[in-house]
C-alpha cells in the first residue's frame, strides 16, 4: 500500500484527500489536494478524484474514514468498495484514535473532536484551543500533554439562519453576509448581525474562558467550513485558520496504527 485515501464525513460535507501512506505518523502538513464533496452527492466521490479514480483498485490504495455521520458513512462503505476494491477503516472503530479524553464518558466524544484535537496539538507541540466551525460550533481544550479536555458546543452560522426562518414567521432567511453591522438598519442586517457577531461573541468569551483553564499560551487554531469566514470578526490572536485539522488528524492516526 503506498497510499491513503482519508475521507470525513461530516452532516453537510465530505472531505477528501489522496495522500502518501508512507510518511511519519507525526506529520501534519502531509495531505494531498483537500477535495469538497457535498454529502448528498457522495455517489460522485469517484468522478471528483484524479483521474476519475479508475485506478485505485489496482494501486493498492487504503480508504480511511472519519465520520459523524452514520448514514454517509453506510453508503461510502458501498463507495469504498467500488473504488478500491476493499472496506474502508474506520477511525474510532477499526483504529484507535491516539489521544486521551479527560471527561465524564470518553467514548461519547465525536470523533471529528478528538481528531482535531490532535492535530491541533501535534501543530502546536501545547496546550491548545480548536475552534471547529461547521454545522455546529465547538470551542475544545486540548492540555499541553495532549489530553482532550472537553468543551463547547452550539449551533453554526447556517444552522442558526434556518432555525430564525423556520421558527419565526415574519424572519426572513438571510445568507451569510460578506460584512455585518453591529447595528442593523433593517431585519436583514439585524439577522446579520446576529449571526456574525453573536457566533464569533460567543466563540471569543468561550476562548477567554477556556485560556483560563489550560492557560494564556494556548494557540487557537480554527478550522471548519465556516472558520475562514469567521477569523476576521475575531480578536487578533484567535485568527489562526487551519482548514483540514479533522482530516489531519485522521490521517495521523491511521499512520500510528499502522507503524504500531
Not at 491548545?128 to 486540548?142: K, S
Request: hydrophobic share 50%; charged share 20%; net charge negative.
Amino acid at each position: 500500500m503506498s497510499r491513503l485515501l482519508a475521507v470525513t464525513l461530516g452532516n453537510t460535507t465530505a472531505s477528501v484527500s489522496l495522500t502518501d501512506a508512507g510518511l511519519a505518523p507525526s506529520a501534519v502538513e502531509g495531505l494531498g489536494e483537500v477535495l469538497r464533496v457535498p454529502i448528498g452527492r457522495l455517489e460522485n466521490l469517484k468522478e471528483a478524484l484524479p483521474g476519475e479514480g479508475a485506478d485505485l483498485s489496482e494501486e493498492g490504495v487504503c480508504v480511511v474514514v472519519a465520520s459523524v455521520n452514520p448514514r454517509a458513512l453506510a453508503r461510502l462503505r458501498g463507495i469504498a468498495v467500488d473504488v478500491t476494491g476493499a472496506e474502508p477503516d474506520v477511525a474510532g472503530a477499526d483504529f484507535p484514535i491516539p489521544i486521551r479524553a479527560e471527561v465524564d464518558v470518553p467514548e461519547s466524544v465525536g470523533v471529528d473532536r478528538l481528531l482535531a484535537a490532535l492535530a491541533a496539538h501535534r501543530r502546536a507541540k501545547g496546550a491548545c484551543i480548536v475552534v471547529d466551525a461547521g454545522t455546529a460550533v465547538t470551542v475544545d481544550a486540548v492540555s499541553a500533554d495532549g489530553a482532550f479536555q472537553g468543551g463547547a458546543i452550539f449551533p453554526g452560522l447556517e444552522m442558526i439562519a434556518r432555525a430564525l426562518a423556520e421558527g419565526a414567521a415574519l424572519l426572513p432567511r438571510v445568507d451569510l453576509p460578506s460584512e455585518a453591522p453591529l447595528v442593523g438598519k433593517n431585519t436583514r442586517e439585524a439577522i446579520s448581525a446576529g449571526l456574525v457577531h453573536g457566533v464569533t461573541g460567543a466563540v471569543a468569551a468561550l476562548v477567554e474562558g477556556v485560556w483560563k483553564t489550560v492557560g494564556r499560551q494556548a494557540a487557537v487554531l480554527l478550522t471548519g467550513g465556516d472558520a475562514a469566514f469567521l477569523a476576521p470578526h475575531l480578536p487578533a490572536a484567535m485568527r489562526e485558520v487551519v482548514p483540514n485539522l479533522v482530516l489531519e488528524g485522521l490521517v495521523i492516526a491511521y499512520r500510528e496504527w499502522q507503524k504500531r
